[in-house]
């Protein structure tokens, strides 16, 4: 298997709920990488795991909260969230941080909306 | 400061005619530079790094440190081409790519 794959394609949920967006990869890769996609905007990157450790959290607010359960899967855990955190969410992984090894490779995304 | 910038939101060519995409960035290390390509309705798709120095689709793009800018070029533009292209600049070990803020090739029959 040499995608990404994100569940769901597509997610609307009101303020007060909780949801999770899902990530899988199965290429060996130990770095793990999401990222907010406004439209027509380039991705901004939240957080970085590296071997299955938070290594990057961009000032992320807290009803984003990322986990990394194993070194193939990747979740993010949604809390009350306003209506201007609708976007699209993207995955990526990479063989690892490294410069040599970091190309990332993307998932298709999960567009959020909330309403 | 670490930044990528495409100068051009959106670029409209006819279809056989040579493309320039443009990439500045700003990094004082040595830089790992990549084009990323979005078509409509699926997803980020790695187009060229520069250490690989190959040709994807028709596509090059060489570094020049002297003027920090990392061009996509294509002799001949097709139809298919049309899409959202972006720069990404990898600084470090750290895992971060920043992304230029992308330009809009449009290739018009």
């Known amino acids: 298997d040499t995608e990404v794959t994100q569940t769901p394609k597509h997610l609307v949920m009101g303020m007060t709920n909780k949801k999770s967006l899902k990530c899988e990869q199965h290429?060996?890769?130990?770095?793990m990488y999401w990222y907010k996609q406004k439209a027509k905007k380039p991705p901004e990157l939240m957080f970085v795991?590296?071997?299955?450790?938070?290594?990057i959290n961009e000032s992320v607010p807290s009803r984003f909260s990322p986990e990394c359960p194993n070194s193939s899967l990747l979740n993010l855990h949604l809390h009350a969230l306003q209506p201007e955190d609708s976007a699209l969410y993207l995955c990526?992984?990479?063989?690892?941080?490294?410069?040599?090894?970091?190309?990332?490779?993307f998932g298709p995304g999960t567009r959020l909306t909330v309403l | 400061a670490q930044r990528v910038t495409q100068p051009e939101k959106l670029l409209s060519v006819f279809k056989g005619a040579p493309v320039e995409l443009k990439c500045n960035y700003s990094?004082?290390?040595?830089?790992?530079l990549f084009w990323y390509v979005q078509y409509s309705r699926q997803r980020l798709q790695l187009l060229l790094r520069?250490?690989s120095r190959e040709s994807i689709k028709g596509f090059t793009a060489d570094l020049n440190k002297g003027e920090t800018s990392f061009h996509l070029k294509k002799p001949f533009a097709q139809e298919e081409d049309s899409a959202m292209y972006y720069c990404?600049?990898?600084?470090?070990?750290?895992?971060?790519?920043?992304f230029g803020q992308g330009t809009t090739l449009q290739v018009k029959p």
């Open positions: 990094y004082s290390g040595s830089p790992e």
């Open positions: 990404a600049l990898k600084p470090g070990n750290t895992g971060k790519l920043i």
């Open positions: 795991y590296s071997y299955e450790k938070l290594s």
């Open positions: 520069h250490i």
């Open positions: 990526a992984s990479s063989q690892d941080r490294s410069q040599s090894a970091g190309t990332q490779y």
């Open positions: 290429m060996g890769h130990r770095a």
